[in-house]
T-cell receptor
Framework: NAGVTQTPKFRILKIGQSMTLQCTQDMNHNYMYWYRQDPGMGLKLIYYSVGAGITDKGEVPNGYNVSRSTTEDFPLRLELAAPSQTSVYFC??????????????FGPGTRLTVT | QKEVEQNSGPLSVPEGAIASLNCTYSDRGSQSFFWYRQYSGKSPELIMFIYSNGDKEDGRFTAQLNKASQYVSLLIRDSQPSDSATYLCAVNRPSAGNNRKLIWGLGTSLAVNP
């Protein structure tokens, strides 16, 4: 199992550009999450999904969009990139089996710089 | 009061010593507690989870939970320089229902000195 994979690893965007951060998991997890992590600020939840076709906003959704057409994939779309979106983005997934714990498994992250 | 609080550190211990990392949480309804390790420039990695009051041991790591005091800790015995990292405490959000969201602390930076 590859676990949770993310692409790209690094990206530099100009202000106003758009891009999609890709996230794929091969653990058949129903729950998936997008976080951003800024220095000293901890993990902030952007969006999450409880299954294919179901997504919802987290703490900091403005400027982002998501879709979940399959169990495996959960892409994050940045529209009109702004310097405030410079951050490290992590995708995570969690099992939905009854009795399973709530632990989340993380991808390696995407380091995004908007200039 | 923050929902999950950790001392930011840095916590500095000599090699071979016991490192003690602490975390308090505000929601008495929380049932699941997690410790993650994050090396600089890397993603968080699950070390341990605990659900019941008391101690849970895994190798050099022991998680301790006291629900009455709303306190969870992580002990690292025989600390090694490779344990130097930021340790994140996470707690389930009971009000999230079936959404399995976690509340994250800001992390404690640990430095193990050779």
């Amino acid at each position: 199992n590859a676990g949770v994979t993310q692409t790209p690893k690094f990206r530099i965007l100009k202000i106003g550009q758009s891009m999609t951060l890709q996230c794929t998991q091969d653990m058949n997890h129903n729950y998936m999450y997008w976080y951003r992590q800024d220095p000293g600020m901890g993990l902030k939840l952007i969006y999450y999904s409880v299954g294919a076709g179901i997504t919802d906003k987290g703490e900091v959704p403005n400027g982002y969009n998501v879709s979940r057409s399959t169990t495996e994939d959960f892409p994050l779309r940045l529209e009109l990139a702004a310097p405030s979106q410079t951050s490290v983005y992590f995708c995570a997934s969690s099992s939905s089996l009854q009795g399973d714990s709530y632990e989340q498994y993380f991808g390696p992250g995407t380091r995004l710089t908007v200039t | 009061q923050k929902e999950v609080e950790q001392n930011s550190g840095p916590l500095s211990v000599p090699e071979g010593a016991i490192a003690s990392l602490n975390c308090t949480y505000s929601d008495r309804g929380s049932q699941s507690f997690f410790w993650y390790r994050q090396y600089s420039g890397k993603s968080p990695e699950l070390i341990m989870f605990i659900y019941s009051n008391g101690d849970k041991e895994d190798g050099r790591f022991t998680a301790q939970l006291n629900k009455a005091s709303q306190y969870v800790s992580l002990l690292i015995r025989d600390s090694q320089p490779s344990d130097s990292a930021t340790y994140l405490c996470a707690v389930n959000r009971p009000s999230a229902g079936n959404n399995r969201k976690l509340i994250w602390g800001l992390g404690t930076s640990l430095a193990v000195n050779p």
